[in-house]
């Protein structure tokens, strides 16, 4: 009598699935998702990068109430710039130049600052310090209320002070 061995296939002649039951897949669908991944990761360091750079950013773009009225109108201009930071907020000088306001005035070459402390009186508008030298003093320095520059005109309250 035949044994139930012999009626059972042999594991040569059954085709198995892949690893886990899975299908295997293509090369085009690797590619796809290779380049997909290249890109998020592409994405997520130009984000590191761009938060790295604003947060650097931040250093030099405000200054607190207190620092700016500790810079004084015919202050020399070395000591001034001791008491701000360095450089100046590229995005505050952005905002002013869309107000209207030119980076000199009267010749004299103007740092702009968004203020870190004191906020504006109205709603939707960012404070802006800007702080002018010329001949080597301190020649002007205003507060600015910068509202939402949309592109139906420029919105701006200019305080010189002297």
Request: net charge positive; with cysteine.
């Given at each position: 009598?035949?044994?139930t061995?012999?009626h059972?296939?042999?594991?040569?002649?059954?085709?198995l699935?892949?690893?886990?039951?899975?299908?295997?897949?293509?090369?085009?669908?690797?590619?796809?998702?290779?380049?997909?991944?290249?890109?998020?990761?592409?994405v997520v360091?130009a984000?590191?990068?761009?938060?790295c750079?604003?947060?650097?950013?931040?250093?030099?773009?405000?200054?607190?109430?207190?620092?700016?009225?500790a810079?004084?109108v015919?202050?020399?201009e070395?000591?001034?710039?001791?008491?701000?930071p360095?450089?100046?907020?590229?995005?505050?000088?952005?905002?002013?130049?869309?107000?209207?306001l030119?980076?000199?005035?009267d010749?004299?070459?103007?740092?702009?600052?968004?203020?870190?402390?004191?906020?504006?009186?109205?709603?939707?508008?960012?404070?802006?310090?800007?702080?002018?030298?010329?001949?080597?003093?301190?020649a002007?320095?205003?507060?600015?209320?910068?509202?939402?520059?949309?592109?139906?005109?420029?919105?701006?309250t200019?305080?010189?002070?002297?």
């Open positions: 009598m035949a044994s061995e012999d059972l296939p042999s594991l040569s002649d059954v085709d699935p892949a690893a886990g039951g899975r299908k295997r897949m293509s090369r085009r669908t690797k590619t796809v998702l290779n380049i997909v991944a290249g890109a998020v990761l592409l360091v984000v590191v990068i761009g938060g750079w604003l947060f650097r950013e931040s250093e030099n773009m405000a200054i607190t109430k207190a620092t700016y009225e810079v004084v015919g202050q020399p070395p000591a001034a710039k001791k008491l701000l360095y450089g100046q907020s590229k995005i505050a000088a952005k905002l002013a130049r869309k107000a209207g030119t980076v000199k005035q010749r004299a070459a103007c740092r702009h600052y968004l203020s870190r402390d004191d906020h504006a009186t109205h709603p939707g508008h960012l404070l802006v310090y800007r702080v002018c030298f010329a001949a080597q003093v301190v002007a320095k205003s507060r600015l209320e910068v509202g939402n520059l949309a592109p139906r005109g420029p919105r701006s200019d305080r010189p002070e002297h």
